[in-house]
């Protein structure tokens, strides 16, 4: 494992552990002993995330009561297992939804709130969900690097919104000692509006560019980038649906032979 992806491995463990206790989740013994979170598969459908989102961003709670998701107890590494192909097809067009919209979301919250487009690369839930439904190598212990984008993101928006700041800090405060406290702070600070005029982040910089940066030219450019990146990803996503709507055919059609 390289440097950096243990770096965000270590980042991902302790902002994971935020938003169990702030999604009243309590974490397994191995789990205080060792500072660490040991199963990540709670996160892996992205109803969880969905629903603390929920929280930080209350206006959107109404949406999510239309919108179907695909609950976390569902989720597990075997989860092909059940022997149902057609049910574990639209369980992945249920995460992919459940992804797809908190991506959105996020993006949404800091571009409607902060005036700030974010930078860098969105977490590849594709490429997660494909371990799952697609027969890839499954996951190891730095499963939290894939994920740390997006819950830095989530933790970011958690500190900025009216709705839960207050919550926010009583649950850092209860949970985390002056050591992690500081480290939150640094990390809540690489998703805050630059103050200066320098659009771009360096390695342990600011990971947003603000609108008040840029000519609106050059913003509306930013934005354009930003969202025919992210159009690649959600493409990414359909092809990974017939993939795995086509594997599920083909087992179907062999059983029958």
């Not at 919550?167 to 702070?185: G, I, K, P, Y």
């Not at 360096?202 to 969202?227: F, N």
Request: net charge negative; aromatic share 6%.
């Amino acid at each position: 494992m390289s440097t950096q992806t243990s770096s965000s491995q270590d980042l991902a463990n302790l902002i994971a552990r935020w938003l169990k206790s702030f999604a009243g989740q309590l974490p397994t013994t191995a789990e205080i002993e060792s500072g660490r979170i040991l199963d990540w598969d709670w996160l892996l459908d992205g109803s969880i995330l969905n629903a603390v989102y929920c929280q930080i961003d209350p206006n959107y709670a109404q949406l999510v009561a239309n919108t179907t998701t695909i609950g976390s107890s569902s989720l597990s590494s075997n989860s092909s297992d059940s022997g149902d192909d057609t049910d574990d097809a639209e369980s992945l067009a249920g995460r992919l939804r459940n992804w797809k919209k908190i991506h959105k979301r996020l993006s949404a919250f800091y571009e409607r709130e902060l005036g700030s487009c974010v930078l860098m690369s969105p977490t590849n839930f594709v490429s997660l969900l494909d371990n799952i439904h697609c027969g890839g190598e499954g996951f190891d212990s730095g499963l939290g690097s894939e994920l740390y984008t997006c819950l830095l993101l989530l933790l970011g928006a958690a500190a900025q919104s009216e709705a839960c700041k207050e919550q926010f800090v009583a649950n850092l405060r209860a949970t985390f000692d002056d050591q992690e406290l500081s480290r939150f702070v640094s990390l809540l600070r690489t998703v805050m509006p630059p103050d200066t005029d320098s659009a771009a982040p360096d390695e342990d910089g600011c990971h947003l560019v603000a609108e008040s940066c840029l000519t609106p030219q050059a913003w509306r450019a930013v934005k354009q980038l930003r969202d025919q990146r992210d159009g690649l990803l959600f493409d990414a996503g359909k092809l990974l649906l017939r993939l795995h709507r086509a594997q599920a055919e083909a087992a179907a059609a062999g059983s029958l032979t």
